[in-house]
């Protein structure tokens, strides 16, 4: 029985570990490395995370500055930064690529609150998920006389437990990344 926990709570943990990966990535009208981590620049060939031909830095609430390692590529980061969905508007001076991070429209951070909110959606489906595929277990090894039914009955309310505590996590983190998104 412990294994079926284990593996249910490992799969809920980790469907709520790529939810605050993912919500990491979304806007929130300031400045962050980690809203570049999904650009990836053509580099000779290849698509390399642009953290890997760049140094990245903040140097102040609305900026960021990319400095590649090899200037001559300054017009592929440019062009994979453009061609990313996060509406930012790269300028370069030749040796280094300033990132400017507008202030996001009311229209905009709706637009991202909904998508946050898909996100959450789609992390809540997985914990259930994981909890179905855990209670089906129980079920079947109640019915195979592997355990008994108080053991199962146990086990159940054990497995829903997780689940709401995941479920109560989920809500936190979108609640939070939600204030962060609507804050001006």
């Given amino acids: 029985?412990?294994?079926?926990?284990?593996?249910?709570?490992?799969?809920?943990?980790?469907?709520?570990d790529h939810l605050h990966t993912e919500l990491k990535h979304l806007r929130t009208g300031r400045a962050s490395l980690s809203l570049l981590d999904?650009?990836?620049?053509?580099?000779y060939g290849s698509s390399v995370p642009l953290n890997q031909v760049a140094n990245l830095s903040v140097p102040e609430a609305t900026l960021i500055v990319a400095q590649p390692?090899?200037?001559?590529?300054?017009?592929?980061i440019d062009r994979a930064i453009r061609k990313s969905?996060?509406?930012?508007?790269?300028?370069?001076?030749?040796?280094i690529i300033r990132i400017p991070v507008p202030q996001l429209t009311e229209?905009?951070?709706k637009e991202i609150v909904k998508k946050?909110?898909?996100l959450a959606e789609h992390a809540r489906n997985a914990v259930r998920q994981a909890r179905r595929e855990g209670?089906?277990?129980?079920?079947?090894?109640?019915?195979?006389?592997?355990?008994?039914?108080d053991d199962e009955r146990h086990g159940l309310a054990e497995i829903q437990k997780l689940h709401d505590h995941y479920i109560a996590d989920i809500n936190t983190g979108l609640q939070k990344k939600e204030q962060q998104i609507l804050e001006i």
């Fill in 116 to 118: 946050a909110h898909d």
């Fill in 85 to 95: 969905d996060l509406g930012l508007n790269p300028s370069s001076d030749g040796k």
């Fill in 38 to 43: 999904g650009v990836h620049v053509e580099y």
């Fill in 69 to 76: 390692y090899d200037p001559s590529q300054i017009s592929a």
């Fill in 135 to 149: 209670n089906d277990k129980l079920k079947k090894k109640e019915k195979d006389k592997e355990i008994s039914q």
């Fill in 1 to 16: 029985m412990k294994e079926v926990f284990r593996e249910v709570e490992n799969h809920m943990k980790h469907a709520v």
């Fill in 107 to 109: 229209e905009r951070r």
